[in-house]
């Protein structure tokens, strides 16, 4: 079972607004990061370190972070975005080194 | 920029050994501050993470605990590349495997993946 909690999906009007929530223990020692997955191709990192993007990823894409909780926003979603997001970061148990969330499947209506 | 490049067999019968390749382009294997790793991405979807190994004036290799006793990970520096091999495999195992870059830092991202091979377990 996964260490970080993400809803399962949620659904965005082309050019709003949506965030995307993920949750665990680890995330209050160690920082977040986002990966974005389109339908048999490999997930593309798209925030890094909590809050830094990759050279190439479109600054709609923002992440932060308090506590328990990181979070993605995608400011004024485009069709494009429309994808899986998984977050990630070091696991709080020995055991446990990576740990993935479950994924949230976004729809850009 | 980095390339990761996967090869090797999409079927394999239960019992027997999955054996997978990650050949690198733009980066050493032997790289001083980032590791390597293995991740599976079940039929359901989700991500695990299977194993790691990185060079620090030695080679280092940590395994999921959950395929710890079945699992070996290789670098190869004179193909400058690294291997995946999980034993006695199931179909529980069926999956698309992908090899990765930990960036390093300490900040535990991985920046780069391999294209995915699509795994089956089933005789």
């Known amino acids: 079972s996964s260490e970080l909690t993400q809803d399962p999906a949620v659904s965005v009007a082309l050019g709003q607004t949506v965030g995307i929530t993920c949750q665990g223990d680890?995330?209050?020692?160690?920082?977040a990061s986002w990966y974005q997955q389109k339908p048999g191709l490999a997930p593309v990192l798209v925030i890094y370190?909590?809050?830094k993007r990759p050279s190439g990823i479109p600054d709609r894409f923002s992440g932060s972070s308090s506590g328990n909780t990181a979070s993605l926003t995608i400011t004024g979603a485009q069709a494009e975005d429309e994808a899986d997001y998984y977050c990630?970061?070091?696991?709080?148990?020995?055991?446990?080194?990576?740990?993935f969330g479950s994924g949230t499947k976004v729809t850009v209506l | 920029q980095v390339q990761l490049q996967q090869s090797g067999p999409g079927l394999v019968k239960p019992s027997q050994t999955l054996s997978l390749t990650c050949a690198i382009s733009?980066?050493?294997?032997?790289?001083?501050?980032?590791?390597w790793n293995w991740i599976r991405q079940s039929p359901s979807g989700g991500l695990v993470w299977l194993g790691r190994?990185?060079?620090?004036?030695?080679?280092?290799?940590d395994y999921a605990v959950s395929v710890k006793s079945r699992i070996t990970i290789n670098p190869d520096t004179s193909k400058n590349q690294f291997s995946l091999q999980l034993n006695s495999v199931t179909p529980e195992d069926t999956g698309v495997y992908y090899c990765?870059?930990?960036?390093?830092?300490?900040?535990?991202?991985?920046?780069?993946w391999g294209q995915g091979t699509l795994v089956t377990v089933s005789s």
């Open positions: 370190d909590k809050t």
């Open positions: 733009g980066d050493s294997v032997s790289s001083n501050n980032v590791a």
């Open positions: 680890s995330l209050r020692d160690y920082h």
């Open positions: 990630h970061s070091r696991g709080s148990k020995i055991d446990h080194l990576y740990v």
């Open positions: 190994t990185y060079y620090r004036s030695e080679w280092y290799h």
């Open positions: 990765a870059r930990d960036a390093g830092g300490g900040l535990y991202y991985f920046d780069y």
